[in-house]
C-alpha cells in the first residue's frame, strides 16, 4: 500500500529555517513525482514545490523561488523541503503528494495528485 509520511514541521520565527520530510512506501519514489503542496486557513491550496524522481527536475511556484529547496534520495524513497528564509505567510499545514506519469510542473500546478500524506503544521511567528 502507497503510503506518504511527513516530518519536520514546527514553530519558526521570521527568517528562520525549516526542513521537511516525506517519507514514501509501497512504490519507487524514482517513478513518480513527489510534491509539497500547502493550505493556509482561508486560503487555496497552493503547489509549492515537485520534483521528478526519474530526471530530478523540478518546479517552484513564485512564493518559494530562492527560499525553499526540494531535493529528494531515491536511495532512502524520501524527499526533502529546505525552506529558508521563512515568512509569516508561509504559516499553513504542509501536504506531501505523489502522482505518475506527470512532470513536476504540472503536477504542482494542474494535475491533482493520486496520493497524499497527513500533513505537517509550519507556523512561522515572533
Known amino acids: 500500500q502507497l503510503q506518504l509520511v511527513e516530518s519536520g514541521g514546527g514553530l519558526v520565527q521570521p527568517g528562520g529555517s525549516l526542513r521537511l520530510s516525506c517519507g514514501a512506501s509501497g512504490f519507487t519514489s524514482d517513478s513518480y513525482v513527489i510534491g509539497w503542496f500547502r493550505q493556509a486557513p482561508g486560503k487555496e491550496r497552493e503547489g509549492v514545490s515537485c520534483?521528478?524522481?526519474?530526471?530530478?527536475?523540478?518546479y517552484y511556484a513564485n512564493s518559494a523561488k530562492g527560499r525553499f529547496t526540494i531535493s529528494r534520495d531515491n536511495t532512502k524513497n524520501t524527499v526533502y523541503l529546505q525552506m529558508n528564509s521563512l515568512k509569516l505567510e508561509d504559516t499553513a499545514v504542509y501536504y506531501c503528494a505523489a502522482r505518475r506519469l506527470v512532470t513536476a510542473q504540472l503536477m504542482c500546478t494542474s494535475l491533482p495528485p493520486d496520493f497524499w500524506g497527513q500533513g505537517t503544521q509550519v507556523t512561522v511567528s515572533s
Open positions: 520534483i521528478r524522481g526519474r530526471d530530478g527536475s523540478t
